[in-house]
Structure formats: structure tokens, C-alpha cells
């Protein structure tokens, strides 16, 4: 099982930007998905996630800027990124809980992580 996450790049404040990721391989089901960031010198925080119900989970700064979402016959997870703020910038990490074909526990998969850029 791989994920491959796309659509960081720069831009300026108060811009946005869709970030993708796409799971891959012998899937069996996925539970929550979710984006994690990682600053420059700092520890990976989670930003948002979204369960397989569909309910969603933001970290305070993000609240009513980001918006994540899935589309779950393709096995995708996107992260709308609006109003971004200079301190935004990081390298933001999809993560999913996934159970893969003829396993019964789900394990932690990480996607390769896609450099997002606010300039001010």
C-alpha cells in the first residue's frame, strides 16, 4: 500500500491550494485519513483528519480556513487550503489507517509529503 500526495507549491498570503493523495494498492478498507504538517525545526502536528463516517477533526489555526474531504471509491483524501497564512508553510504528510486484502488489522501508512510555501 503506498500514498501519493500532490499539490504543494508557493504561494502568496491569502492564496490557497488543494492538496491530493491517493492510496494505493491491496486495499481492503480505510478507516480515517488524515493530514499531518511539519515546520521547519518543529514536531509533526496533525491538521485535520476525516474518519470513514465522514466526520471531521481540525486542528485550532486551520478551523473555517481548510476543509478536508474524500472521495472514497478512489481512495482519496484532499486537503482545501484557504486564506493561507505565512505560518502555514511546512511540508504537510497525508496518513491513513488502512487494512490491507486479507488482513484483519489496519496499519499507519504516510504519504512522501508535498512542501507548502506562504509567502508574506
Known amino acids: 500500500v503506498q500514498l501519493q500526495a500532490s499539490g504543494g507549491g508557493l504561494v502568496q498570503t491569502g492564496g490557497y491550494l488543494r492538496l491530493s493523495c491517493a492510496a494505493s494498492g491491496p486495499i481492503g478498507s480505510i478507516a480515517a485519513m488524515a493530514w499531518y504538517r511539519q515546520a521547519p525545526g518543529k514536531q509533526r502536528e496533525l491538521v485535520a483528519a476525516?474518519?470513514?463516517?465522514?466526520?471531521?477533526h481540525y486542528e485550532g489555526s486551520v478551523k473555517n480556513r481548510f476543509s478536508i474531504s474524500r472521495d472514497y471509491a478512489k481512495n482519496m483524501v484532499y486537503l482545501q487550503m484557504n486564506d493561507l497564512k505565512p505560518e502555514d508553510t511546512a511540508v504537510y504528510y497525508c496518513n491513513g489507517a488502512i487494512k490491507r486484502v486479507g488482513v484483519r488489522t489496519s496499519d499507519d501508512y504516510w504519504g512522501q509529503g508535498t512542501l507548502v510555501t506562504v509567502s508574506s
Open positions: 476525516i474518519a470513514s463516517g465522514g466526520g471531521t
